[in-house]
């Protein structure tokens, strides 16, 4: 009896139990799949007659080598499961197939065969094509858990939390930034009455309320980027001795103190890079003068620069020490000694042997004693025509100094010796 309930293919006579192919135009013509896919033709029958797919539900679609002998049936069950429930409900999706089946079978079939099998490979691309990517930050997009998280509390001791009014759990302060904000939206409550025009009052107040939310929330993001906190409590001069950096120039430092104002736009590390792209263009810039001035020079190659700064070191230093022995030189030979404190002054070259023993007595620079000599003689001029005048000397003329210099213009005959 059991022989008379099984199906054999009419070509083959192959058993055809589990699945077969049966001709919807020729009677009693049911076919395997290795013969319906070759073509098979007998009697009335031809391959391109219409056909019926008769199915039992038990034949496997992995083939018999399958790990579990997965039947056709519950594969369907198994891809109606991971639509209904999604991946990763294996308790839900076992339920779903069919009491033989547990959670960890479901599971090891469904990645080994739909994923790691040649289906998954050829349905599922190493790398999906056209794929925009979000740069908004750096771990996911604007709903990412890296934007959603809250920050961690400041850490600070707990007398350093009572100074600043700072409550760790909630990241507040007791006095935070438009204190009053609050009042907004204190006294708003919706009613079932209010026309459309209370209620977009309402809704403004609330946007308004947003806004200094947010305004506050950056606030504090620039104190922890910059740290503002350690700074104030004095921890941030520990840090900056722990960690050596390069010494920052007076410059740097005064044009960092008129960027004060882009802080809040840019991050912290942001204005360190833009510094230090800063210093590295300085120091780019004097290696190209250095550059050309190796070329000016007629050097070509980098083996000679070294050559070349050692002989100009050298002739440095003989200059150097060529000054030197000029100036010992010339305190030796006396007289010439004596003017070596004026002589490199401007209007030296103006003045006659008496008068520079005169102004290097004094101490008085050849320029001054010019100037001084200009406007005694203009005045005793202008005495001698009857033309009041008034003394304009400098300031820096103190008594004893326009002493000397009366005495000396009256001895060399530039001015009488009554109007000294």
Not at 51 to 66: H, I, K, M, N, P
Not at 322 to 327: H, L, R, T, W
Not at 388 to 409: A, C, E, G, Q, T
Request: proline share 5%; with cysteine.
């Amino acid at each position: 009896m059991a022989e008379l309930g099984k199906k054999y293919c009419v070509y083959c006579l192959a058993e055809v139990s589990s699945l077969r192919f049966r001709c919807t135009e020729c009677a009693d013509i049911e076919l395997c799949p290795d013969c319906f896919s070759a073509g098979a033709e007998i009697g009335p029958h031809r391959r391109w007659h219409g056909y019926q797919l008769v199915d039992g539900g038990r034949f496997t679609l992995w083939g018999a080598e399958a790990e579990g002998s997965w039947s056709s049936r519950e594969e369907q069950l198994l891809l109606d499961a991971i639509e209904q429930f999604g991946f990763g409900n294996w308790e839900d999706m076992a339920a779903h197939v069919g009491a033989s089946r547990t959670p960890q079978e479901v599971m090891e079939h469904y990645v080994s065969m739909y994923i790691h099998g040649n289906l998954g490979k050829a349905c599922i691309p190493d790398t999906i094509p056209n794929r925009v990517t979000d740069h908004t930050c750096p771990s996911g997009g604007p709903l990412s858990p890296s934007l959603t998280t809250p920050l961690p509390p400041l850490d600070i001791t707990v007398a350093e939390q009572q100074q600043l009014g700072y409550m760790p759990l909630r990241d507040d302060y007791e006095i935070e930034y438009d204190q009053d904000a609050e009042t907004l939206i204190s006294g708003l409550s919706v009613n079932y009455d209010d026309d459309d025009v209370e209620i977009e009052l309402k809704r403004a107040h609330v946007d308004m309320y947003v806004r200094k939310l947010k305004e506050r929330q950056r606030r504090k993001n620039i104190a922890r980027d910059y740290n503002l906190v350690p700074a104030f409590l004095g921890k941030d001069k520990k840090d900056k001795e722990k960690v050596p950096k390069r010494k920052i120039t007076k410059e740097e430092k005064e044009l960092r103190l008129k960027l004060r104002p882009l802080y809040q736009f840019m991050s912290c590390k942001e204005f360190e890079d833009f510094f230090e792209n800063m210093h590295k263009e300085r120091v780019l810039r004097a290696k190209i003068r250095e550059l050309q001035r190796y070329r000016r020079n007629g050097i070509m190659k980098m083996e000679e620069s070294a050559e070349y700064e050692a002989a100009r070191h050298k002739r440095e230093k003989r200059k150097e020490n060529k000054n030197i022995a000029s100036s010992k030189r010339g305190k030796e030979d006396g007289k010439e000694g004596e003017f070596a404190a004026i002589e490199n002054l401007p209007g030296f070259e103006l003045l006659s042997d008496r008068e520079k023993v005169l102004c290097s007595s004094l101490n008085l620079s050849p320029a001054r004693y010019v100037t001084v000599k200009t406007i005694i003689i203009k005045d005793h001029l202008q005495k001698r025509q009857g033309i009041p005048s008034k003394s304009r000397l400098p300031s820096y003329l103190d008594k004893v100094l326009k002493k000397r210099i009366l005495n000396f213009l009256t001895e060399s005959g530039w001015i009488s010796r009554d109007a000294s």
